[in-house]
């Protein structure tokens, strides 16, 4: 059995390419269940994911928060995370495609 990249490639709508942390990307279950290899999903076998609903924009604050959720997940005190009011409705929508309760959770 081969071991997996340590880095996912996740691509916009608009094309951008994000590279992220497996760790950090499987924060997201629905995330997590495309990589599952018994789920046999290409996402698993091409290491990518093309979002064709999310443009970069958005993506890039999902990969900020992914990031800043690992960094902080034993921390005794954790900083704000700062989202703009002009996103907030599009990411709770993003949120919930992802499975994403822990970023549900600070848009509330």
Known sequence: MSSKPEFLKLISSDGFIFLIKRSQACISGTIREMLNES??????KNNEINFKTINAKLLDIVCQYLYFHEKYKNAECVPEFP????????????SDFLDGKKLKYVLK
């Open 39 to 44: 789920n046999n999903f290409l996402e698993n």
């Open 83 to 94: 989202i703009e009011p002009d996103t907030a409705i599009e990411l709770l929508m993003i």
